[in-house]
Structure formats: structure tokens, C-alpha cells
């Protein structure tokens, strides 16, 4: 019988899993428009920026298998947007559809709630990704725009679904003092 997942911080030596989650998703999805998997390497440095700014990347695992992945980064770097974050999520191929990326979403949710952010903002791309609208519908983002034929992958042109939810207080009031640390942008 299989454990039930579970939801932790990720660490470096997750990083291999990471890249070969991510690189399927490279070669045959468009949820990114990165059309060259990145290395090992490349993955370590995008990890290692993201955690050392203190932003979450939390991996789902089951019997100590890495299934997938979800962090926040900057929606853009200017002070003003500090407190709005950007979600990723990734799942293995042969692990979607069973819970995993709302289980991720959700904690990736909730930890930029208790960082202080405001807004959490997703760029699913292609609008015919009914996976990542849907799963991202169903935890509370609303569409609140496409941008049509920006991304030229596998010959075709891509738009990209912007997708908010508002987080904690959101939009109510005028949060005091600096507010969470300053995102780290990751392609």
C-alpha cells in the first residue's frame, strides 16, 4: 500500500529530482516556454537564489520519492511589487492528477500568507492548459487576463492565462512597514 503524501521544505539534494521533473515538462508541455531543459547546475543556482532570499520551495513526496514541486518568486523585482509573489508548481508525469498540485499550491499558499505577502499572481502558460487554470481556479485565483501570442514554442504561438488571488488582508487595507523580503526573479 502507498503512504499518503506530504508536503516538506525542499533541499539542494532535491535538486536532480527537480530537473528531471521540470525537463519533461520543458520537452513536452507549455506550462513553460523554456524550450531547452536546464541542467543539474542551472537548477542548483535557481534553488539556491530562491531559498537564500527566504522564499519557499517545498517539494510533495511519498515514500520518499520527490512527485513534484511548487515555489514563490518575484512577480517583478521593483520595491513597489513586494508584496506580490509568483507561484510555480510542477508534478511529475507519472504522479498527475492524484491531489498533488493542489496539496502544493495550497502550502505554497499558505507559507506567503505567513511571509506577509498580498497577492500571488500566476502566469499559466498556454490557454488551452486546462490542468493549471483548473487547479489553480480551484484554490481561489481568478483570470484577470491573457496575453495573446507571446510564446512561440513546439511552432505555435502560446498565450499566457494571468491568473490572482489575494492573500491574508489582501487588497483591504495598507500594510505597515517594509514588508516581506524583496522576491528574487527565477526564469
Not at 520518499?64 to 508534478?91: C, K
Not at 489582501?170 to 512597514?177: E, N, V, W, Y
Request: with cysteine; glycine share 12%; hydrophobic share 40%.
Amino acid at each position: 500500500m502507498t503512504s499518503t503524501p506530504n508536503v516538506r521544505d525542499a533541499r539542494i539534494e532535491d535538486v536532480p529530482a527537480f530537473q528531471w521533473i521540470y525537463e519533461h515538462h520543458v520537452r513536452h508541455g507549455v506550462g513553460t516556454f523554456e524550450e531547452e531543459p536546464p541542467d543539474v547546475a542551472e537548477l542548483e543556482g535557481r534553488f539556491r537564489a530562491i531559498t537564500g532570499a527566504g522564499l519557499p520551495w517545498l517539494v510533495a513526496e511519498r515514500d520518499g520519492v520527490v512527485l513534484g514541486y511548487a515555489y514563490g518568486s518575484a512577480y517583478h523585482v521593483r520595491s513597489a511589487y513586494r508584496f506580490t509573489i509568483q507561484d510555480s508548481v510542477y508534478i511529475a508525469e507519472e504522479a498527475r492528477g492524484q491531489g498533488l498540485g493542489r496539496l502544493l499550491l495550497q502550502a505554497l499558499i499558505d507559507r506567503c500568507v505567513e511571509q506577509g505577502y498580498r497577492q500571488m499572481v500566476a502566469l499559466v502558460g498556454g490557454s488551452e492548459n486546462a490542468g493549471s487554470i483548473g487547479l489553480h481556479a480551484a484554490l481561489g485565483f481568478r483570470t484577470c487576463g491573457v496575453v495573446e501570442a507571446v510564446g512561440l514554442k513546439f511552432g505555435r504561438w502560446l498565450d499566457v492565462v494571468m491568473m490572482q488571488k489575494d492573500l491574508g488582508a489582501g487588497r483591504s487595507d495598507i500594510p505597515q512597514g517594509a514588508g516581506p523580503s524583496q522576491p528574487v526573479a527565477v526564469r
